[in-house]
């Protein structure tokens, strides 16, 4: 299964290369305020699905862009159930990044069992960098077994985020935690693509991340790295529930801890908004 990840993942990072060479072609849609789609964006899902849906026709998919697809013979009796096999897609995380430019985007692909991920592929294609993790066998770049850093104090973490591009109600929450982290860590960066984030963190190159409103095509495959890579995942009070949630922490076990500490009374609950899910 993780071949076949890694086979549709390098599929729409191809597609993604050639559309980089000439931005200017490239029809851009604008879905709500600072949330765009491209063509790109869905030729390169269109190959993830047709590669995922040949080699298992049976498994059902949930994407950025077309939603959920039931495998065949895969229709539940509470539409609400997930899947026996769920295949988790974001065919261009970053998107605009993509658009102008800007060189920090991927292609996340994950796979849940009976609700649990197992599988994770997510894949640079602008830096050829593929990360691939399989649950109990470890979290790779390259082929080149990976670990989270061994940094234990915030003074000396460098942090990744991600801050509110389209939903401002939780600005003032996130400034506050702007401002903490830049006053007692090394650093803060905001690159722009979460699942790319997730994968620098298992690869020891952030020493801790957060976001809040993310999908689940965003943490998917970036989670399972990151804890294959011997780091932790939670929502901001430190539980599992950031997959429903969309408020994920990820971290060294120590700067987790601390991070969970620091952050945790500053959160904002979202209020009267849909759960993320995978409906």
């Known amino acids: 299964m993780l071949n076949t990840a890694v086979k549709a993942a390098r599929r729409a990072g191809a597609i993604i290369n050639r559309a980089s060479l000439d931005l200017d072609l490239v029809q851009v849609t604008r879905k709500s305020h600072n949330d765009f789609v491209t063509e790109v964006d869905k030729a390169a899902e269109a190959a993830v699905i047709e590669t995922i849906m040949t080699a298992y026709p049976d498994h059902s998919i949930l994407a950025e862009e077309s939603g959920m697809t039931r495998g065949r013979g895969q229709v539940p009796k509470d539409p609400d159930d997930a899947p026996d096999f769920l295949w988790v897609i974001d065919p261009l995380d970053g998107t605009t990044n993509f658009i102008h430019g800007f060189p920090q985007y991927c292609v996340s692909i994950a796979l849940a069992q009976r609700g649990q991920v197992t599988q994770g592929v997510v894949y640079d294609p602008t830096r050829n960098d593929l990360f691939t993790a399989s649950k109990g066998r470890g979290a790779f770049l390259n082929d080149r077994r990976i670990r989270v850093s061994k940094r234990a104090k915030m003074a000396e973490a460098l942090i990744g985020t991600g801050f509110p591009s389209r939903e401002f109600d939780r600005l003032d929450a996130y400034v506050k935690m702007f401002r ?61 529930d950031y997959m429903h949630s969309g408020d994920l922490l990820a971290a060294t076990p120590k700067v987790f801890a601390l991070l969970v500490q620091q952050l945790g009374p500053l959160h904002q609950p979202r209020i009267e908004s849909e759960a993320v899910g995978t409906r």
């Open 180 to 240: 903490h982290i830049t006053e007692h860590s090394a650093g803060l960066r905001r690159p722009g693509a979460a699942a790319l984030d997730l994968a620098y963190l298992a690869a020891g190159r952030l020493d801790g991340f957060f976001e809040m409103g993310l999908k689940p095509w965003d943490i998917a495959a970036g989670s399972l790295l990151v804890t294959e890579a011997g780091g932790l995942v939670g929502d901001f009070q430190g539980n599992s």
